[in-house]
Structures are given as structure tokens and as C-alpha cells.
């Protein structure tokens, strides 16, 4: 059954390939980024907004509400990194933008979607999937603010989980670990380094993943038959280990 998905972060990276990987299967997505998205296929809706503004979000669900009559699933994979300091020397500024992006987006994303999922026409089969990361479970160097932006991403889909008991609506998690993204290539600017190859060596697959693989992860937490991931994460991750 084609379902109706809204993402966040979908003009690049794992958020795009998400997109991607849903209009392959025959979906229907609202992509919403900050960014211009250039999307021709009539399965995409692109909206620009950003995931701090509420009423953006909002006005996005209603355009998929008013273009296919409902709202199947959420993507919140919106976010940025900042950091390579220690804590004591990280600016006030660069936890401001990690929580009100990476967490407050989340939340955003949540209060206009989860609605409009109970309120549908059945929403038993319904997910809201947020995009945590390895960072979420483990201490990185130099990224204790980006660390504690993705811990709350995590409890806040956990605390969602439980508000959703008996609704038929599901929320979950998942964590990617190194994947070829921007940013990915923007933490290796933070910690100095040339190639995000380099990043692979956290890995027990040993490489770098490919924003694909996550998007698979992502799709699945997105169909009805996830439900069993209710209040899960999972650890898309390739393996992680700082």
C-alpha cells in the first residue's frame, strides 16, 4: 500500500536518500529541508523550512494532508554538528544550535506529525522515526555537546513511545554510525582531518557507510509492519566502537 511520509533533512545525506528510497517503492513524500530542494518526481512535495519553526512543519503536514488525504509516517533526520573542543572550552553557542536543531527539530517534527497520524483515517500502521546517532550511546572526543544533543533524541523518542500507548501510532530510533554524508565530512573538518575515511576504523565493518544503507533502516521503521521497534533504537551503525 503506497503510504504518505514527511521528512526533514531531505536535501542531502541520509534525509535525501530516505526520500530516494521511499519514491523507489512507490510512496508519497513531503521532503522538507532549509535548503532548495530540486525535485521533479510528482511522488515529492519539497517545502522549505526550517525544523525550528514550528508553524513551517505544521503548514507541511497540511499540505500533505490537503494533497493525499493523510500522514502515514515521520522522518525527523534534520540535524547539524558542532564541537572539536573539550566541554570546558565549547562556546554556549554551539549547544544552543545542537539542541535547538538536532532535539528541538525532533520535537517540532513530532508535535505536527504525531497529531495528524491519530487524527487520520486509521492510524494504526502510523511511525514517527527520528535519526539519532552512534554519538547517542557512546562519549566522542571533542563532542560532548553534539553527545548530549543525541542522548536526548533518543529519551525523547523513548518518552514519546510511551505517550503513544494503545494509539496504534509507533515511535523509534535509529542510530547510524561514520556514513558518508556532509556531515560527516563536517566533523572531520572539526577534528582536522582530510578524509572521513579515516573514521572507518570505528567500525567493525571497517568502512565508511553509505547513506543508502541507512535509508534502508529508516524505510523499514517506516512500514507497518515495524511496530515490534516501538520504543526501540536501532543501532544502524555498522558496528561502532570510539
Known sequence: MTRVVLVTGAARGIGAATVRRLVARGDRVVA???LTIAETDPQVLPV???VRDRSALAAAVDLAIETWGRLDAAVAAAAVVAGGRPLWETPEADLDLLWDVDVKGVWNTAAVTVPA???GPDPS???FVAVASAAGHHGLHH?????AAK???IGLVKGLAADLVGTGVTACAVSPGSTRTPMLEATAALYGLDDVDTFADN???RRILEPEEVAAALVFCCSSEAAVLN???VRADGGFAP
Open 125 to 127: 500502521g502510523c511511525r
Open 231 to 233: 520504543g526501540s533504537v
Open 48 to 50: 522549505v523550512a526550517d
Open 203 to 205: 567500525q567493525l565493518l
Open 151 to 153: 542522548h536526548a533524541v
Open 143 to 147: 563532542l560532548a555537546a553534539y553527545n
Open 32 to 34: 522538507v529541508d532549509e
Open 117 to 119: 497520524m491519530l487524527a
